[in-house]
């Protein structure tokens, strides 16, 4: 079992960052890839980006591309989704997931943490 716990939401205003983190505990040495997804009020959960736990490779969707960043800390087994220039549509709830075998879905879910833009 993986827990994911996140942290670092908030309300910021456009063209403003904000930094989420989210915390593993339990099987860490067993994570494959650690992702950040959101879902915004009426819409369906989208992925944003995510990393490799060993190699930290990362990949994001386009909408965020240029604009987050994923790095991972290893001492203190967390994630972090750097968010810089925000613009509205970026509202949302913003959850960790991850998974344990490359190729599968996302078993492994935080709670999430709301990050809301606006002026």
């Known amino acids: 079992q993986v827990q994911l716990v996140e942290s670092g939401g908030g309300l910021v205003q456009p063209g403003g960052s904000l930094r989420l983190t989210c915390a593993a505990s339990?099987?860490?040495?067993?994570?494959?890839?650690m992702a950040w997804y959101r879902q915004a009020p009426g819409n369906e959960r989208e992925f944003v980006g995510g990393?490799?736990?060993?190699?930290?490779?990362?990949y994001y969707a386009e909408s965020v591309k240029g604009r987050f960043t994923i790095s991972r800390d290893y001492p203190k087994n967390t994630v972090a989704l750097e968010m810089n220039s925000l613009k509205l549509e970026d509202t949302a709830v913003y959850y960790c997931?991850?998974?344990?075998?490359?190729?599968?879905?996302?078993?492994?879910w935080g709670q999430g943490t709301q990050v809301t833009v606006s002026s």
């Open positions: 997931a991850a998974n344990l075998v490359p190729g599968t879905s996302f078993d492994y």
């Open positions: 339990g099987r860490i040495f067993s994570i494959n890839v």
């Open positions: 990393i490799y736990w060993s190699g930290g490779g990362t």
